[in-house]
């Protein structure tokens, strides 16, 4: 089946624009992640969608970034008025259920602010 | 919060066993040990997962002693394909929250011929 997919792939963007990052997560699975990832860093917790659970928003880093989940299905992430600092790859993955016991990551979108 | 601490990198050559270590002192009695493979420009991928003990699966051993402070992933036989970035992570799946998943830098692991 198919896995976790992102799109864009690649998101050049000036900075103060708004952008939308999308993920499709596999098909069944209630948890849905969002991570950021900074050149050689590890992975930084975003996010957090639990069937009709309220979100975990705890990792935002301000209040610039939100997101949404329609229909326990497709997420976006979106980061209002960006900053050099917001350039990272973005990362989505879905897990089965709460029990979060394998993510499947998407393979990323790479934003540039420019 | 269950911090880990790993290596920053390994060197190996290929048909060598490669053990990476985490250190995990202040796990939590829910919390399982999980790590995962990351090649560049990918999404991390699941590798092995386990809570005591001792777990194997097609492509790792996962070694976890009594008391459970730390955990070693072994790599049989590596090739040049093993070459990633393998995370440790400590959570409790079902009981926590989200934000408490911490993937830390992870170890950089290259293999050579």
């Known amino acids: 089946g198919a896995g976790v997919s992102q799109s864009p792939s690649n998101k050049v963007t000036e900075k103060g624009k708004d952008v939308e990052l999308r993920c499709d997560p596999i098909?069944?699975?209630?948890?849905l992640y969002w991570y950021r990832q900074s050149l050689g860093q590890g992975l930084e917790f975003l996010i957090y969608?639990?069937?009709?659970?309220?979100?975990?928003k705890s990792g935002l880093p301000s209040d610039r970034f939100s997101a949404e989940r329609t229909g326990g299905s497709v997420s976006t992430l979106t980061i209002q008025r960006t900053q050099q600092e917001d350039s990272a790859v973005y990362l989505c993955?879905?897990?089965?259920?709460?029990?979060?016991?394998?993510?499947?990551f998407g393979p990323g979108t790479r934003l540039t602010v420019t | 919060l269950a911090k880990t601490t790993q290596p920053i990198s390994m060197d190996s050559y290929e048909g060598q066993e490669v053990n990476i270590t985490c250190s995990h002192n202040?796990?939590?009695?829910?919390?399982?040990i999980t790590w995962y493979q990351q090649f560049p420009s990918q999404g991390p991928r699941f590798i092995i997962q386990?809570?005591?003990t001792k777990v194997t699966n097609e492509v790792a051993s996962l070694f976890i002693p009594a008391d459970r402070k730390s955990s070693t992933l072994s790599l049989p036989r590596v090739s040049l394909s093993d070459t990633a970035v393998y995370y440790c992570?400590?959570?409790?799946?079902?009981?926590?929250?989200?934000?408490?998943?911490?993937f830390g830098s992870g170890t950089r692991l290259s293999i050579r011929p």
């Open positions: 993955a879905s897990s089965l259920n709460e029990q979060r016991y394998e993510q499947y």
């Open positions: 098909s069944g699975h209630t948890a």
């Open positions: 969608f639990q069937g009709n659970s309220a979100p975990d």
């Open positions: 202040n796990i939590a009695t829910n919390d399982y």
């Open positions: 386990g809570y005591k």
């Open positions: 992570l400590v959570d409790a799946p079902g009981y926590s929250s989200a934000s408490k998943i911490i």
